[in-house]
């Protein structure tokens, strides 16, 4: 009786490697049409935010990449609007700075509650409001950059901004995959 118990051990093991192979084979393809699609996106980028989440392991099609990649773009954009927080909480800014993160702020408040619509929408198959919303969180991510950019001051939310934007450009493609 031993060896069936090792054996059905064995057979889990087996099976348990082959869904990941499975997920990592669904990650990697996707991907490559991403990047294939759209020069805005890195295929080692893609891979690594893709298989970030937490919910990677047991995606097995393009609509459950779909919804990861939303995901991931609100934690990005939640996030984002945290960090630019802190940084406002420093009493010593230049004017100019603090004017430039204030506007990125209201962006990326404003940003928060359309990913969540964007989330919604895409679960009720609505990709055409989708992709609206997830080209205005693009949208955000360069206006706060070219904000930046327009009075000469470095950003010190460039990679911030750059994974804001690339994160809404998979999940675009996907979208656009799907529609």
Known sequence: MKPNFSYFYLLLIFITFLAITATNLIIQETCRKC???DPNIHYSFCVASLQSSPDAHCANNLRQLGIISLKLTRLNVTDTRHNIK?????KRL???LRSCLNDCFDLYSDAIPTIKQAIKDYNSNHYEDVNIAVSAVTDASTTCEDGFKEIGIVSPLTGRNNNTFELSAIALSIINMLH
């Open 35 to 37: 990047a294939h699609n």
């Open 86 to 90: 802190d940084l406002l909480k420093n």
């Open 94 to 96: 230049d004017s100019s």
